[in-house]
């Protein structure tokens, strides 16, 4: 079946720093991959769609610039955390769109900012 | 707002028994799909059926779809604490989520 890689799975950073979150499609081309964000015992939340060759569309309330999201390639999106506090200390998901399967997930990312 | 909502939020069953969660959504759709999460895990697609389906098994999983009162129905037969998890649901529509079902299979 598909898969899709995160990397890295756990992450702690500074304040104030930048994090950037890898998503890759192995088996399968993505025009579409999407980014969620959740906390503890709570639903994930969809922050933005990725389309390969064009701008990320956010969800009302995300921060364009504080979440920088390319999708460069058919098998790669990244995020990246910016000026990075504690608050943004969450788990993030990524999904691509595969064909056959419907959606498949990445393993998540869990970033803890200090 | 999201496009799938789960019900019940909390399911708390004996290993054995079947588990059946249910979803609802709003709009036309091409397909559905339900998920599992393992606490602090990524999810785990467990099967998809389409618009043209009414009933999809996959092992001990079955999936019904109701296009005419927009829900879908997933049943766990013979569960197992294993299959303790959060149970998500979402639509081709878009990928928002519910809040899911938790269920706790007890041993």
């Known amino acids: 079946g598909a898969v899709v890689s995160q990397h890295p799975s756990r992450v702690i950073c500074k304040s104030g720093t930048s994090v950037k979150i890898e998503c890759r499609s192995l088996?399968?081309?993505?025009?579409?991959m999407f980014w969620y964000r959740q906390f503890p015992k709570q639903s994930l939340m969809l922050m933005a769609t990725?389309?390969?060759?064009?701008?990320?569309?956010?969800e009302q309330g995300v921060e364009k610039d504080k979440f920088l999201i390319n999708h460069a390639s058919l098998t790669l999106s990244t995020l990246t955390v910016t000026s990075a506090h504690p608050e943004d200390s969450s788990f993030y998901i990524c999904?691509?769109?595969?064909?056959?399967?419907?959606?498949?997930f990445g393993s998540g990312t869990r970033l803890t900012v200090v | 707002s999201q496009q799938g909502e789960e019900d019940p939020q909390a399911l708390s069953i004996q290993e054995g028994e079947n588990a059946t969660m249910n979803c609802s959504y709003k709009?036309?759709?091409?397909?559905l799909q339900w998920y599992r999460q393992n606490s602090g895990r990524g999810l785990v697609h467990l099967i998809l059926?389409?618009?043209?389906?009414r009933e999809k098994h996959s092992g001990r999983l079955r999936v019904t779809l109701d296009t005419s009162k927009k829900s879908s129905s997933l049943l766990i037969t013979a569960s197992r604490a294993a299959d303790t998890a959060s149970y998500f649901c979402?639509?081709?529509?878009?990928?928002?989520f519910g809040a899911g079902t938790r269920l706790t299979v007890k041993p």
């Open positions: 999904s691509a769109a595969d064909r056959v399967d419907g959606y498949t």
């Open positions: 990725s389309n390969e060759g064009s701008k990320a569309t956010y």
């Open positions: 088996d399968f081309q993505a025009t579409t």
């Open positions: 709009t036309s759709i091409n397909n």
């Open positions: 059926i389409r618009s043209n389906e």
């Open positions: 979402a639509t081709d529509y878009d990928m928002r």
